[in-house]
């Protein structure tokens, strides 16, 4: 099969396979916030607390997040629709359109995520093209929400007939 077929066939299974939503955020040399919409964010261990996301080298924070030795991941709750758009979104100064704080560890902190992972970088792997980066979680906070959904490029709540087919 050709390249671009598989190409395409890869894209159309991946965007069928639904994820949860998350911000990821660090801080750059000269002490300004640093944030990425990603969706590549998985659990890896329990013991010791590790979790992954993934990286395009193309990304303009590449060098941030792979310099920093430190990240905080935002596990998106289902009313947080806009923080995906602009936090993918180009030429926008995307800390100035939300609340946010730094955490003890000067790391930017945004409000209302249904999961807060503060994490040490224990590990980068180039992958293709991208780099994944390997965290430690160092420190979690929750809140009593429910999560926001990525499927075939829709974001949005879990139906509730999601739950009344269980
Ligand atoms: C739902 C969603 C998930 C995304 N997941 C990732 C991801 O896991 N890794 C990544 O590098 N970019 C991901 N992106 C794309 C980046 O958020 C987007 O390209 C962003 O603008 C890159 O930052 P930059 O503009 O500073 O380069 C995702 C975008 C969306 C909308």
Redesign the pocket.
């Known amino acids: 099969m050709l390249n671009e077929d598989n190409q395409r066939l890869f894209k159309e299974a991946m965007g069928n396979y639904p994820?949860g939503?998350?911000v990821v955020t660090t801080t750059n040399r000269e002490g300004d916030p640093?944030g990425?919409?990603?969706?590549?964010?998985a659990s890896v261990s329990l013991d010791p607390l590790i979790i992954l996301?993934?990286?395009?080298r193309?990304?303009?924070?590449?060098d941030t997040f792979t310099k920093s030795g430190k990240f905080i991941v935002h596990l998106l709750a289902n009313d947080q629709q806009e923080l995906?758009?602009l936090?993918?979104?180009?030429?926008v100064d995307r800390f100035s359109k939300i609340k946010w704080g730094f955490s003890d560890n000067q790391l930017p902190v945004l409000e209302g995520a249904f999961a807060v992972l503060e994490c040490e970088t224990v590990q980068t792997v180039e992958a293709g093209d991208?780099t994944i980066l390997i965290g430690a979680v160092t420190n979690i906070r929750t809140e009593k929400k429910d999560p926001l959904l990525?499927h075939r490029?829709h974001?949005g709540a879990i139906p509730s007939e999601f739950y009344e087919r269980m």
């Open positions: 994820t939503v998350t640093v990425i919409t990603v969706n590549s964010f996301w993934s990286i395009d193309k990304a303009s924070s590449i995906v758009k936090f993918s979104s180009k030429n991208h990525y490029r974001i």
